[in-house]
Every structure is written in structure tokens, then in C-alpha cells.
């Protein structure tokens, strides 16, 4: 049976292994903080707002499992893990925000015990996982204004509900335009080399009967070219000032769009913004190039040939239609920070 949310807690962190699709559906439960860190590099669980509710319930865990009687002690437990968390991948913010969350709430628990660590951690972490379903749905209201009946719609990577813990932020404003009766075709990009466009995207698609095209990642340009595809819309890891950092090729499509005259959005929560850095600042993860040179253990290239593998890239900001949040959709280059002082605010 098909679970409503992508991550959850029962006794331990509970999860779609995403690596198993569309092959399997299969639910496996993180004990262990080392295991939830194997689970985030190897993209069982992935997708910035899914992390941000993975970093968040793994400090939970680390909580429940510290053997510790004493609150200092715990604390320090609590440290460690969430620096062995926030460190498993470098770019999606959220991770080390969910992290920090739940850190912050276990440590201004502390006075009241170990119990109240427990507690508290574990109640924080439960909020951001329903937050991030109300700041979806809420995305997906203000952003299924920007899609037209009719529409073919472009999207790369999986924005989707396996990224976030329900709804999705791209696909969540293409759900709200479906719910609102609208008829929506989407172009779903491969995203080589991991496939989560097919394998995520065009499943969670097809399952909730939205038509859904699949194409390989260097279509995209001359489909747009052809007139093919009305708007593009794509999720994000991070966005700072500057730029928008998601799946490697997003930055490809929205040079395309921007050559082609078609609008290119970003839909994200405020959690993956970063107001304290800007584009040249982050890391970008750079993955094993084994997942590009082979393919379920086949060689896609000859040996000795080597390859770079960076997760994601970063586009100007310049080239975006807007940026829709749950607070409403920012034309940059006006951002959000609010009361931040780095960057000017003004809602659309
Ligand atoms: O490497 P992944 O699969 O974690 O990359 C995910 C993406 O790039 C998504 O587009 C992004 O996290 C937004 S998810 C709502």
C-alpha cells in the first residue's frame, strides 16, 4: 500500500527507498543515524525539502537512541550527529536547516531534562515535516495561476512528493492546476545520470494520471524551439541572492527558455533560501563518476575514460519568470530576505 508521505516517524525514521524505483515500492525504517547518513549520500531519501525533514528527525533520532542519562551528554551526542548530517550532502539547504531546527529546540530543552530533549526534538521535527506540506500546498496555489489550461509543461529532475514529505513544489503547483480542473501535459526530462525525471517524476505522474511525456535531457531546447512547450517549471536546493542552485542541466533549460520566449519558474519553500551566501560561496556536490561511466553495473563508456559528475548547477537569477514561494511569487531580482539587509523585497 502507498504511504501519503515521503518520510515519517514510527519508532525510527521511515522512508521510500527512492533507489528501488519504479522497479519496487518498498518502505524501509532508519534506526541509526549512521544508516540515515548512508540513506541521504546514496539518494534513498533526496529532494531539498524531503532532507530538510530527514536532518531534522535524524537529530530526533540521535536523541532517542543516546544511551546518555544526563542532558549535557546528550547534547553533545546531539552535536556530533547533526555535524555527521549536515555534512552527508553539501548543496540542498534545507538538510542543514532541518538539522539546526531540531538542534536549537533540543538545546533550549535542556534545563527541563532529558526527556524534554527527547520530546522536543522529536515534536520539532514532526513540525517541519507538516510545514512543509502546508508551505507546498500553499506554493501550489499561488503558482497554478501561472499555468493556462492547455499547457506543456517542462520540468528536470523530481520536484515532486518523493522530494518534499507530500505534494511537491514543481509538481505541486502542476497538481493544484490538475485539482483546479485545468488540463496539463508534462515534459519530464530524464535527468541523466540518476534518471530521477523517469524514474520519479514520469512514476509519481503516471500514477496520479497527469499526463506525462518523457524525454532525454538534451530534447528539451529544440523541443522548446519548436513551440512545443509553454512554460518550464523546475524545484530548487538552494537559492541565494544571486542565483538558483538545482539539478545539473536546470541551468541548460532556463538559457533555452530564455532564448525560446518561455517562461521559467522556480517553485520553492523559504526554508531553501539562503540569505547569508551568495552563488560563488556554495559547494556544488560532486558525485563518483562511476554514475555517469555505468548504468546497473554495465560500462557506458570505455575503460580508462573518466568523467565528471557535478549533482547540480547554479542559474543567474536573471533568466527566471519568478521564483514562487508560500509567500507569494518574487520576480527577481527582488527576493524574499526579508529584514535581511542583503537583498531588496517586493512581492508580485
Ligand atoms: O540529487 P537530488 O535528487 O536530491 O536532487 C534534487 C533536485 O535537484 C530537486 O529538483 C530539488 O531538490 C528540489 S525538490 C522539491
Not at 549520500?41 to 537529530?59: E, T
Request: hydrophobic share 40%.
Amino acid at each position: 500500500m502507498e504511504v501519503e508521505r515521503t518520510i515519517w516517524w514510527d519508532s525510527g525514521i521511515c522512508t521510500i527507498d527512492q533507489t528501488k524505483l519504479p522497479e519496487s515500492y518498498e518502505i524501509i525504517k532508519i534506526g541509526t543515524v549512521r544508516t540515515l547518513v548512508e540513506a541521504i549520500k546514496s539518494l534513498r531519501i533526496r529532494g531539498a525539502p524531503a532532507l530538510g525533514a530527514a536532518g531534522g528527525y535524524g537529530v530526533a533520532l540521535a536523541a532517542h537512541r543516546s544511551t546518555f542519562m544526563d542532558p549535557e551528554s546528550i547534547l553533545g551526542e546531539l552535536k556530533i550527529a547533526a555535524e555527521m548530517i549536515r555534512s552527508s550532502r553539501p548543496t540542498a539547504v534545507n538538510l542543514a536547516w532541518g538539522v539546526d531546527r531540531v538542534l536549537k529546540a533540543a538545546q533550549a530543552a535542556s534545563e527541563d531534562g532529558e526527556e524534554a530533549i527527547r520530546s522536543r526534538a522529536l515534536a520539532e521535527a514532526e513540525r517541519i515535516a507538516d510545514e512543509d506540506i502546508a508551505a507546498n500546498r500553499a506554493i501550489g496555489k499561488i503558482g497554478s495561476k501561472q499555468l493556462d489550461d492547455g499547457d506543456r509543461v517542462l520540468t528536470h529532475c523530481n520536484a515532486g512528493r518523493l522530494a518534499c514529505v507530500g505534494w511537491g513544489t514543481a509538481l505541486g503547483v502542476i497538481r493544484s492546476a490538475v485539482e483546479e480542473g485545468k488540463s496539463i501535459e508534462v515534459y519530464s526530462c530524464e535527468t541523466r545520470p540518476l534518471n530521477q525525471g523517469s524514474r520519479l517524476t514520469a512514476w509519481e505522474l503516471s500514477r496520479d494520471g497527469i499526463p506525462v511525456t518523457l524525454i532525454c535531457d538534451g530534447a528539451a531546447a529544440s523541443l522548446m524551439r519548436q513551440g512545443k512547450i509553454d512554460k518550464a517549471i523546475v524545484g530548487a536546493d538552494r537559492v541565494t541572492e544571486d542565483a538558483v542552485f538545482n539539478k545539473i542541466g536546470t541551468y541548460s533549460h532556463a538559457l533555452s527558455a530564455k532564448a525560446n520566449q518561455i517562461p521559467f519558474y522556480v517553485a520553492a519553500p523559504i526554508s531553501t533560501f539562503d540569505q547569508f551566501h551568495l552563488e560563488h560561496e556554495i559547494e556544488i556536490e560532486e558525485r563518483s563518476e562511476d554514475e555517469v561511466l555505468s548504468l546497473n553495473g554495465k560500462a557506458l563508456a570505455p575503460k580508462g575514460v573518466h568523467a565528471r559528475n557535478p549533482a547540480f548547477d547554479a542559474t543567474p537569477i536573471d533568466l527566471l519568470s519568478g521564483i514562487i514561494t508560500e509567500k507569494g511569487m518574487f520576480r527577481p531580482p527582488l527576493m524574499p530576505f526579508i529584514g535581511s539587509g542583503l537583498a531588496k523585497t517586493a512581492r508580485l
